[in-house]
């Protein structure tokens, strides 16, 4: 069983900065992409940013050019680096860990609030 478990939210004001880490445990023998995701009151959850084993990323229109989503292949780690944050960024943000063989595991989210 892999456990994901995300760390780094809270409170920021606008155009203020955060940086959120999500360390993978447990069973991990290959894991094939790593990918934040963000749930907000009322809406769908939908993805932000995805980081391949290889280091390839993509990232939502949304925040494209102030997210950046690293990772640390020798940690099971990625990191989100939140930039200029908006208000609309406030969400509950899930770390999703996709093995090789196609299982996914959720973390159980951490909470970014940004005040106007």
């Known amino acids: 069983q892999v456990q994901p478990v995300e760390s780094g939210g809270g409170l920021v004001q606008t155009g203020g900065s955060l940086r959120l880490s999500c360390a993978a445990s447990?069973?991990?023998?290959?894991?094939?992409?790593m990918a934040w995701y963000r749930q907000a009151p009322g809406n769908q959850r939908e993805l932000v940013a995805r980081?391949?084993?290889?280091?390839?990323?993509a990232y939502a229109d949304s925040v494209k050019g102030r997210f950046t989503i690293s990772r640390d292949n020798a940690k099971n780690t990625i990191y989100l680096q939140m930039n200029s944050l908006k208000p609309e960024d406030t969400a509950v943000y899930y770390c999703?860990?996709?093995?090789?063989?196609?299982?996914?595991?959720w973390g159980q989210g951490t909470q970014v609030t940004v005040s106007s």
């Open positions: 447990g069973s991990i023998f290959s894991i094939y992409s």
């Open positions: 980081i391949m084993s290889g280091g390839s990323a």
């Open positions: 999703k860990v996709t093995s090789d063989r196609g299982y996914d595991y």
